[in-house]
C-alpha cells in the first residue's frame, strides 16, 4: 500500500496527496501541464522527481498523473 503523505517533489515540499489534488482541480493531463503551471509549482527546481524519485523509489509525478488518470488517486 503506498502512503499517500509520501513526499513526492521535495523542493515544493508536496506529496502524492497534494499533487493529485493539484491534478484534479486543475484537470492537468500531461507532465508538460504539470511542471508548467502557475498554480502548485512542482519539479522546477532539482527535477528528481520527474524520473526515478526522490528516494530511487520510482515514486515520482508521472507515477502519480498516471494513477489519478486510472482514478486510482
Same mark, same amino acid.
Request: hydrophobic share 35%; aromatic share 4%; net charge negative.
Given at each position: 500500500?503506498? *502512503?499517500?503523505?509520501?513526499?513526492?517533489?521535495? $523542493?515544493? +515540499?508536496?506529496?502524492?496527496?497534494? &499533487?493529485?489534488?493539484?491534478?484534479?482541480?486543475?484537470?492537468?493531463?500531461?507532465?508538460?501541464?504539470?511542471?508548467?503551471? *502557475?498554480?502548485?509549482?512542482?519539479?522546477?527546481? $532539482?527535477? +528528481?522527481?520527474?524520473?526515478?524519485? &526522490?528516494?530511487?523509489?520510482?515514486?515520482?509525478?508521472?507515477?502519480?498523473?498516471?494513477?489519478?488518470?486510472?482514478?486510482?488517486?
Amino acid at each position: 500500500m503506498i *502512503d499517500l503523505n509520501t513526499e513526492i517533489c521535495s $523542493c515544493n +515540499s508536496l506529496s502524492i496527496k497534494s &499533487i493529485a489534488a493539484c491534478i484534479k482541480e486543475n484537470n492537468f493531463n500531461t507532465l508538460e501541464e504539470l511542471i508548467e503551471n *502557475d498554480v502548485c509549482p512542482m519539479g522546477d527546481k $532539482c527535477e +528528481s522527481c520527474h524520473d526515478v524519485g &526522490i528516494n530511487n523509489d520510482g515514486l515520482n509525478i508521472p507515477f502519480v498523473l498516471a494513477r489519478v488518470k486510472r482514478g486510482e488517486f
